[in-house]
Protein backbone atom coordinates (compact mmCIF):
# COMPACT_ATOMS: atom_id res chain seq x y z
CA UNK A 1 0.00 0.00 0.00
CA UNK A 2 1.26 3.50 0.29
CA UNK A 3 3.79 3.36 2.76
CA UNK A 4 7.54 3.59 2.44
CA UNK A 5 7.99 0.00 0.74
CA UNK A 6 10.88 -0.13 -2.22
CA UNK A 7 9.52 2.65 -4.48
CA UNK A 8 11.27 0.95 -7.55
CA UNK A 9 8.81 -1.57 -7.25
CA UNK A 10 5.72 0.82 -7.29
CA UNK A 11 5.95 1.81 -10.97
CA UNK A 12 6.03 5.37 -9.88
CA UNK A 13 7.04 8.40 -12.07
CA UNK A 14 10.51 9.51 -11.09
CA UNK A 15 11.14 13.44 -9.65
CA UNK A 16 12.26 15.90 -12.06
CA UNK A 17 15.66 17.09 -12.47
CA UNK A 18 14.70 20.58 -11.06
CA UNK A 19 12.71 19.13 -8.00
CA UNK A 20 14.36 19.69 -5.11
CA UNK A 21 12.19 18.09 -2.87
CA UNK A 22 13.45 15.26 -0.84
CA UNK A 23 14.28 11.82 -2.07
CA UNK A 24 11.95 8.86 -1.52
CA UNK A 25 11.58 8.34 1.94
CA UNK A 26 14.17 11.39 3.11
CA UNK A 27 12.87 13.14 6.35
CA UNK A 28 12.38 16.79 5.72
CA UNK A 29 11.97 18.90 8.91
CA UNK A 30 8.98 18.42 10.62
CA UNK A 31 7.72 21.51 12.69
CA UNK A 32 7.80 21.12 16.45
CA UNK A 33 3.95 20.26 17.87
CA UNK A 34 1.86 23.12 17.42
CA UNK A 35 3.90 24.71 14.46
CA UNK A 36 3.01 25.03 10.86
CA UNK A 37 4.94 24.12 8.44
CA UNK A 38 4.85 25.61 4.60
CA UNK A 39 3.54 22.84 2.09
CA UNK A 40 6.81 22.24 0.61
CA UNK A 41 5.20 22.63 -2.85
CA UNK A 42 2.06 22.04 -5.10
CA UNK A 43 0.81 18.45 -6.11
CA UNK A 44 1.79 18.72 -10.10
CA UNK A 45 4.99 19.92 -8.80
CA UNK A 46 5.13 16.64 -7.11
CA UNK A 47 5.22 14.90 -10.22
CA UNK A 48 3.88 11.75 -9.06
CA UNK A 49 4.95 12.16 -5.68
CA UNK A 50 2.91 13.33 -2.24
CA UNK A 51 3.59 14.22 1.25
CA UNK A 52 2.81 12.07 3.43
CA UNK A 53 3.63 11.48 7.52
CA UNK A 54 5.93 8.39 7.95
CA UNK A 55 8.34 7.14 10.88
CA UNK A 56 11.45 5.47 10.42
CA UNK A 57 11.41 4.60 13.89
CA UNK A 58 9.28 3.88 16.62
CA UNK A 59 8.20 5.97 19.64
CA UNK A 60 6.24 8.90 20.37
CA UNK A 61 4.96 11.51 18.52
CA UNK A 62 7.90 13.06 17.72
CA UNK A 63 8.74 10.18 15.10
CA UNK A 64 6.20 11.34 12.90
CA UNK A 65 8.06 13.46 9.82
CA UNK A 66 6.53 14.91 6.99
CA UNK A 67 8.33 13.15 3.83
CA UNK A 68 7.77 12.91 -0.05
CA UNK A 69 7.00 9.10 -1.46
CA UNK A 70 5.51 7.92 -4.94
CA UNK A 71 1.97 8.86 -5.30
CA UNK A 72 0.77 4.91 -4.97
CA UNK A 73 -1.45 3.49 -8.07
CA UNK A 74 -4.49 1.60 -7.84
CA UNK A 75 -4.42 -2.40 -8.55
CA UNK A 76 -7.08 -4.75 -9.57
CA UNK A 77 -10.12 -3.55 -7.61
CA UNK A 78 -8.99 -0.92 -6.40
CA UNK A 79 -9.10 3.10 -6.17
CA UNK A 80 -6.45 5.91 -5.83
CA UNK A 81 -8.41 8.43 -3.01
CA UNK A 82 -7.01 12.11 -3.01
CA UNK A 83 -7.20 12.21 1.00
CA UNK A 84 -9.06 15.06 1.93
CA UNK A 85 -9.25 14.50 5.58
CA UNK A 86 -7.85 11.40 7.85
CA UNK A 87 -9.29 10.69 11.05
CA UNK A 88 -6.76 9.50 14.01
CA UNK A 89 -7.02 7.15 16.60
CA UNK A 90 -5.82 6.17 19.40
CA UNK A 91 -4.57 2.49 17.98
CA UNK A 92 -2.63 4.70 15.38
CA UNK A 93 -0.61 6.01 18.29
CA UNK A 94 -0.21 2.40 19.86
CA UNK A 95 0.70 1.29 16.67
CA UNK A 96 3.51 4.09 15.89
CA UNK A 97 5.16 3.63 19.31
CA UNK A 98 4.85 -0.53 19.20
CA UNK A 99 4.66 -1.73 15.09
CA UNK A 100 1.72 -3.67 16.51
CA UNK A 101 0.04 -5.16 13.20
CA UNK A 102 2.04 -3.59 10.82
CA UNK A 103 5.87 -4.37 11.67
CA UNK A 104 8.93 -2.21 11.64
CA UNK A 105 8.89 0.77 9.98
CA UNK A 106 9.63 2.94 8.25
CA UNK A 107 5.15 2.75 7.49
CA UNK A 108 2.29 5.28 6.68
CA UNK A 109 -0.51 5.07 9.78
CA UNK A 110 -3.98 6.12 9.02
CA UNK A 111 -7.23 4.24 8.61
CA UNK A 112 -10.01 6.70 7.87
CA UNK A 113 -9.97 8.26 4.77
CA UNK A 114 -12.10 10.90 2.89
CA UNK A 115 -11.43 12.26 -0.03
CA UNK A 116 -12.32 12.73 -4.00
CA UNK A 117 -11.46 9.30 -6.53
CA UNK A 118 -8.31 10.37 -8.69
CA UNK A 119 -8.19 7.13 -10.57
CA UNK A 120 -9.15 3.69 -10.54
CA UNK A 121 -7.57 0.03 -10.88
CA UNK A 122 -8.11 -2.36 -13.40
CA UNK A 123 -12.03 -4.26 -13.43
CA UNK A 124 -13.44 -1.16 -11.10
CA UNK A 125 -16.89 -0.08 -11.97
CA UNK A 126 -17.87 1.36 -8.84
CA UNK A 127 -16.28 5.17 -8.73
CA UNK A 128 -15.19 7.45 -11.41
CA UNK A 129 -12.46 10.12 -11.01
CA UNK A 130 -13.89 12.70 -9.41
CA UNK A 131 -16.15 10.91 -7.09
CA UNK A 132 -16.30 11.79 -3.30
CA UNK A 133 -16.35 8.75 -0.97
CA UNK A 134 -15.14 7.83 2.65
CA UNK A 135 -14.08 4.64 4.11
CA UNK A 136 -11.75 2.57 6.09
CA UNK A 137 -8.79 1.21 4.99
CA UNK A 138 -8.47 -2.80 6.04
CA UNK A 139 -7.38 -3.21 8.90
CA UNK A 140 -4.04 -3.20 10.13
CA UNK A 141 -2.01 -4.52 6.39
CA UNK A 142 -4.28 -1.01 4.68
CA UNK A 143 -2.47 1.89 6.50
CA UNK A 144 -1.62 5.04 4.76
CA UNK A 145 -4.28 7.16 5.26
CA UNK A 146 -1.96 10.31 6.67
CA UNK A 147 -0.80 11.32 3.15
CA UNK A 148 -2.36 12.95 -0.03
CA UNK A 149 -3.35 10.05 -1.73
CA UNK A 150 -4.58 6.51 -0.48
CA UNK A 151 -4.68 3.25 -2.35
CA UNK A 152 -7.67 1.01 -0.41
CA UNK A 153 -10.28 -1.63 -2.09
CA UNK A 154 -13.33 -0.67 -4.03
CA UNK A 155 -15.51 -1.47 -1.35
CA UNK A 156 -14.39 -0.63 1.62
CA UNK A 157 -15.45 2.74 0.14
CA UNK A 158 -19.01 4.51 -0.21
CA UNK A 159 -19.73 7.78 -1.50
CA UNK A 160 -19.84 10.68 0.86
CA UNK A 161 -23.15 12.06 2.14
CA UNK A 162 -23.42 15.57 0.75
CA UNK A 163 -24.44 16.80 4.00
CA UNK A 164 -21.44 15.75 5.77
CA UNK A 165 -17.65 17.66 4.79
CA UNK A 166 -14.66 15.76 4.43
CA UNK A 167 -13.86 16.06 7.73
CA UNK A 168 -16.99 14.89 9.26
CA UNK A 169 -16.55 11.91 7.28
CA UNK A 170 -13.32 11.08 7.89
CA UNK A 171 -14.39 10.85 11.60
CA UNK A 172 -16.51 8.33 11.19
CA UNK A 173 -15.18 5.22 9.75
CA UNK A 174 -13.31 3.51 12.60
CA UNK A 175 -15.61 4.50 15.23
CA UNK A 176 -18.70 4.26 13.46
CA UNK A 177 -18.06 1.05 12.14
CA UNK A 178 -16.77 -0.40 15.71
CA UNK A 179 -19.92 0.94 16.68
CA UNK A 180 -21.98 -0.26 14.07
CA UNK A 181 -20.80 -3.56 14.06
CA UNK A 182 -20.60 -3.96 17.83
CA UNK A 183 -23.99 -3.04 18.38
CA UNK A 184 -25.86 -3.96 15.20
CA UNK A 185 -23.83 -6.74 13.90
CA UNK A 186 -22.63 -8.70 16.99
CA UNK A 187 -25.35 -7.13 19.79
CA UNK A 188 -28.38 -7.25 17.29
CA UNK A 189 -29.34 -4.27 18.74
CA UNK A 190 -32.73 -3.18 17.68
CA UNK A 191 -36.45 -1.56 18.92
CA UNK A 192 -36.71 -1.30 22.81
CA UNK A 193 -33.20 -2.93 23.43
CA UNK A 194 -31.17 -1.49 26.81
CA UNK A 195 -28.09 -0.72 25.76
CA UNK A 196 -25.44 0.70 28.06
CA UNK A 197 -21.91 2.51 26.82
CA UNK A 198 -19.05 4.07 28.27
CA UNK A 199 -16.95 6.68 26.96
CA UNK A 200 -20.07 8.03 25.59
CA UNK A 201 -18.58 11.38 24.91
CA UNK A 202 -15.52 9.68 23.02
CA UNK A 203 -14.90 8.66 19.12
CA UNK A 204 -16.45 5.64 19.38
CA UNK A 205 -18.84 6.37 22.05
CA UNK A 206 -20.47 9.60 20.74
CA UNK A 207 -21.62 7.61 17.08
CA UNK A 208 -22.57 4.37 18.93
CA UNK A 209 -25.07 6.58 21.36
CA UNK A 210 -26.73 7.78 17.66
CA UNK A 211 -26.40 4.35 16.37
CA UNK A 212 -28.74 2.95 19.01
CA UNK A 213 -31.20 5.56 19.50
CA UNK A 214 -31.92 5.80 15.95
CA UNK A 215 -32.01 1.49 16.35
CA UNK A 216 -34.61 2.44 18.81
CA UNK A 217 -32.79 1.45 22.27
CA UNK A 218 -32.84 3.07 25.06
CA UNK A 219 -29.21 4.48 25.38
CA UNK A 220 -27.01 4.77 29.11
CA UNK A 221 -24.28 6.84 28.99
CA UNK A 222 -21.14 7.04 30.64
CA UNK A 223 -18.84 10.73 30.39
CA UNK A 224 -17.26 12.51 32.97
CA UNK A 225 -19.55 15.31 34.23
CA UNK A 226 -18.40 18.35 31.56
CA UNK A 227 -19.49 16.09 28.91
CA UNK A 228 -22.76 14.88 30.83
CA UNK A 229 -24.98 17.55 28.44
CA UNK A 230 -23.45 16.51 24.99
CA UNK A 231 -23.81 13.07 25.58
CA UNK A 232 -27.66 14.19 25.86
CA UNK A 233 -27.83 15.88 22.74
CA UNK A 234 -26.72 13.17 20.90
CA UNK A 235 -29.98 11.73 22.21
CA UNK A 236 -28.82 9.47 25.06
CA UNK A 237 -31.83 8.71 27.70
CA UNK A 238 -29.55 8.91 30.64
CA UNK A 239 -26.01 10.32 31.22
CA UNK A 240 -24.16 9.46 34.04
CA UNK A 241 -20.88 10.94 35.66
CA UNK A 242 -18.53 7.86 35.85
CA UNK A 243 -16.24 9.55 38.39
CA UNK A 244 -19.41 10.44 40.73
CA UNK A 245 -21.26 7.51 40.54
CA UNK A 246 -20.85 4.14 40.32
CA UNK A 247 -22.83 2.72 37.61
CA UNK A 248 -23.24 -0.69 39.25
CA UNK A 249 -25.44 0.64 41.45
CA UNK A 250 -27.68 2.42 39.35
CA UNK A 251 -27.56 0.65 35.69
CA UNK A 252 -29.71 -2.74 36.21
CA UNK A 253 -30.76 -5.41 33.35
CA UNK A 254 -29.44 -3.74 30.33
CA UNK A 255 -29.20 -6.60 27.17
CA UNK A 256 -26.73 -4.69 25.75
CA UNK A 257 -23.18 -3.38 27.17
CA UNK A 258 -20.74 -1.64 24.82
CA UNK A 259 -17.30 -0.95 26.68
CA UNK A 260 -14.62 1.21 25.00
CA UNK A 261 -13.01 2.09 28.47
CA UNK A 262 -11.20 -1.46 29.79
CA UNK A 263 -9.74 -1.60 32.99
CA UNK A 264 -12.48 -3.05 35.13
CA UNK A 265 -15.49 -1.61 33.28
CA UNK A 266 -16.04 -5.32 31.47
CA UNK A 267 -16.02 -6.84 35.42
CA UNK A 268 -18.51 -4.56 36.30
CA UNK A 269 -20.53 -4.63 33.82
CA UNK A 270 -21.30 -8.75 33.76
CA UNK A 271 -22.50 -7.23 37.67
CA UNK A 272 -25.61 -5.36 35.86
CA UNK A 273 -26.08 -7.00 32.34
CA UNK A 274 -29.62 -9.40 32.20
CA UNK A 275 -29.20 -13.48 31.66
CA UNK A 276 -28.84 -13.33 28.01
CA UNK A 277 -27.38 -10.03 27.60
CA UNK A 278 -23.68 -9.28 25.62
CA UNK A 279 -21.09 -7.50 26.57
CA UNK A 280 -19.27 -6.26 23.74
CA UNK A 281 -15.24 -4.95 24.12
CA UNK A 282 -13.47 -2.81 22.06
CA UNK A 283 -10.47 -4.07 23.74
CA UNK A 284 -10.86 -7.54 23.73
CA UNK A 285 -8.01 -9.36 25.99
CA UNK A 286 -9.52 -7.11 28.59
CA UNK A 287 -12.44 -10.13 28.59
CA UNK A 288 -9.74 -13.15 28.55
CA UNK A 289 -10.45 -13.59 32.81
CA UNK A 290 -13.92 -13.10 32.26
CA UNK A 291 -14.95 -16.10 30.55
CA UNK A 292 -15.82 -18.41 33.38
CA UNK A 293 -18.33 -15.98 35.28
CA UNK A 294 -20.00 -14.69 31.95
CA UNK A 295 -20.95 -18.14 31.19
CA UNK A 296 -22.14 -18.99 35.04
CA UNK A 297 -24.15 -15.80 34.36
CA UNK A 298 -25.93 -16.90 30.89
CA UNK A 299 -23.91 -13.98 29.24
CA UNK A 300 -21.78 -13.63 25.59
CA UNK A 301 -18.69 -12.13 25.40
CA UNK A 302 -17.88 -10.47 22.39
CA UNK A 303 -14.53 -8.70 21.68
CA UNK A 304 -14.42 -6.81 18.47
CA UNK A 305 -11.88 -5.62 16.23
CA UNK A 306 -13.43 -3.30 13.32
CA UNK A 307 -13.40 -4.37 9.83
CA UNK A 308 -13.69 -2.77 6.38
CA UNK A 309 -16.79 -3.52 5.43
CA UNK A 310 -18.96 -1.75 2.67
CA UNK A 311 -22.02 -2.81 3.99
CA UNK A 312 -21.30 -0.93 7.41
CA UNK A 313 -19.92 2.07 5.46
CA UNK A 314 -23.40 2.16 3.38
CA UNK A 315 -25.74 1.89 6.74
CA UNK A 316 -23.82 4.72 8.15
CA UNK A 317 -23.63 7.04 5.23
CA UNK A 318 -27.63 6.39 5.11
CA UNK A 319 -27.65 7.64 8.96
CA UNK A 320 -25.57 10.33 8.40
CA UNK A 321 -27.81 11.65 5.29
CA UNK A 322 -30.70 11.70 7.50
CA UNK A 323 -29.18 13.82 10.20
CA UNK A 324 -29.49 10.87 11.86
CA UNK A 325 -25.46 10.21 12.85
CA UNK A 326 -23.43 13.66 13.07
CA UNK A 327 -19.67 13.38 14.06
CA UNK A 328 -18.85 15.82 16.44
CA UNK A 329 -15.06 17.53 15.57
CA UNK A 330 -12.73 17.58 18.89
CA UNK A 331 -10.08 19.10 16.90
CA UNK A 332 -8.67 19.56 13.29
CA UNK A 333 -4.71 19.36 12.59
CA UNK A 334 -2.87 19.73 9.05
CA UNK A 335 -1.28 17.02 8.12
CA UNK A 336 1.99 18.48 8.41
CA UNK A 337 1.11 18.67 12.14
CA UNK A 338 0.45 15.45 12.63
CA UNK A 339 2.84 14.68 15.52
CA UNK A 340 0.42 17.26 17.44
CA UNK A 341 -3.11 15.66 16.38
CA UNK A 342 -1.34 12.07 17.30
CA UNK A 343 -0.47 13.18 20.80
CA UNK A 344 -3.66 14.31 21.59
CA UNK A 345 -5.25 11.21 21.13
CA UNK A 346 -2.76 9.19 22.84
CA UNK A 347 -3.99 8.06 26.24
CA UNK A 348 -7.06 10.19 25.60
CA UNK A 349 -8.63 8.00 27.69
CA UNK A 350 -6.48 9.63 30.39
CA UNK A 351 -7.68 12.57 32.98
CA UNK A 352 -8.36 16.04 31.93
CA UNK A 353 -8.70 17.78 28.51
CA UNK A 354 -8.97 21.16 27.00
CA UNK A 355 -10.75 22.60 24.01
CA UNK A 356 -8.54 23.05 20.87
CA UNK A 357 -8.45 25.25 17.64
CA UNK A 358 -7.57 24.53 14.43
CA UNK A 359 -3.14 24.25 14.80
CA UNK A 360 -3.64 24.91 18.25
CA UNK A 361 -1.00 23.56 20.94
CA UNK A 362 -1.46 20.06 21.53
CA UNK A 363 -1.32 18.58 24.89
CA UNK A 364 -0.24 14.75 25.00
CA UNK A 365 -3.40 12.14 25.90
CA UNK A 366 -5.91 15.22 25.57
CA UNK A 367 -9.11 16.24 23.22
CA UNK A 368 -12.87 17.28 23.66
CA UNK A 369 -15.66 15.38 22.75
CA UNK A 370 -15.71 13.31 19.46
CA UNK A 371 -12.45 12.70 16.88
CA UNK A 372 -9.33 14.45 16.33
CA UNK A 373 -8.87 14.72 12.12
CA UNK A 374 -5.96 15.91 9.71
CA UNK A 375 -6.73 17.95 7.20
CA UNK A 376 -4.52 17.71 3.56
CA UNK A 377 -4.11 19.88 1.10
N1 LIG B 1 -11.33 -2.91 18.59
C1 LIG B 1 -11.50 -1.95 17.70
O1 LIG B 1 -11.82 -2.19 16.52
C2 LIG B 1 -11.31 -0.53 18.13
C3 LIG B 1 -11.64 0.50 17.24
C4 LIG B 1 -11.50 1.80 17.67
C5 LIG B 1 -11.01 2.05 18.95
N2 LIG B 1 -10.69 1.03 19.77
C6 LIG B 1 -10.23 1.27 21.14
O2 LIG B 1 -11.37 1.67 21.90
C7 LIG B 1 -10.97 2.62 22.90
C8 LIG B 1 -11.79 3.88 22.74
O3 LIG B 1 -11.55 4.45 21.48
P1 LIG B 1 -12.12 5.91 21.14
O4 LIG B 1 -11.68 6.24 19.78
O5 LIG B 1 -13.55 5.99 21.48
O6 LIG B 1 -11.26 6.76 22.22
P2 LIG B 1 -11.50 8.23 22.78
O7 LIG B 1 -12.04 9.11 21.71
O8 LIG B 1 -10.25 8.60 23.45
O9 LIG B 1 -12.65 8.06 23.85
C9 LIG B 1 -12.44 7.32 25.05
C10 LIG B 1 -13.52 7.71 26.03
O10 LIG B 1 -13.36 6.92 27.22
C11 LIG B 1 -13.67 7.73 28.33
N3 LIG B 1 -13.02 7.26 29.55
C12 LIG B 1 -11.72 7.28 29.85
N4 LIG B 1 -11.51 6.78 31.06
C13 LIG B 1 -12.71 6.44 31.54
C14 LIG B 1 -13.14 5.87 32.75
N5 LIG B 1 -12.28 5.53 33.69
N6 LIG B 1 -14.46 5.63 32.91
C15 LIG B 1 -15.33 5.95 31.96
N7 LIG B 1 -14.98 6.51 30.77
C16 LIG B 1 -13.68 6.76 30.57
C17 LIG B 1 -13.15 9.07 27.94
O11 LIG B 1 -13.83 10.01 28.69
P3 LIG B 1 -13.05 11.24 29.38
O12 LIG B 1 -12.64 12.12 28.25
O13 LIG B 1 -14.03 11.81 30.31
O14 LIG B 1 -11.85 10.65 30.06
C18 LIG B 1 -13.46 9.16 26.45
O15 LIG B 1 -14.70 9.77 26.21
C19 LIG B 1 -9.47 2.82 22.69
O16 LIG B 1 -8.79 1.96 23.58
C20 LIG B 1 -9.23 2.38 21.26
O17 LIG B 1 -7.92 1.94 21.03
C21 LIG B 1 -10.82 -0.26 19.38
Known amino acids: MSDTMDTSEMGAPTMRETNDAPEIGEISDAPAMGETMEAPQTDDAMNGRMKAISQDELGGPEV ?32 RETGAFVGQPPFVLGWDVSGTVEAVGPGVTLYKPGDEVFGLLPFPQGHGAYAQYAVGPTRAFVPKPDRLDHVQAAAIPTVGLTAWQALVDTAGVGEGSRVLITGAAGGIGHLAVQIAKARGAHVTGLASADDLDFVRSLGADEAIDYNGTDFTEVVRDPDVVLDVVGGDYPARALDVLRRGGVLVSTQPPTLAPLGEVATERGIRLAGIIAEADQVGMFALADLAATGQLVPTIAATFPLEEAAGASATTDLAASDGRFPLEEGGPAESGKHGPGKVVLTIV
Do not use: Q
Request: hydrophobic letters at 45%; glycine letters at 10%; zero cysteines.
Open 64 to 95: LKLVTLPTPEPGVSEILIRVHAAGVNPIDGAI
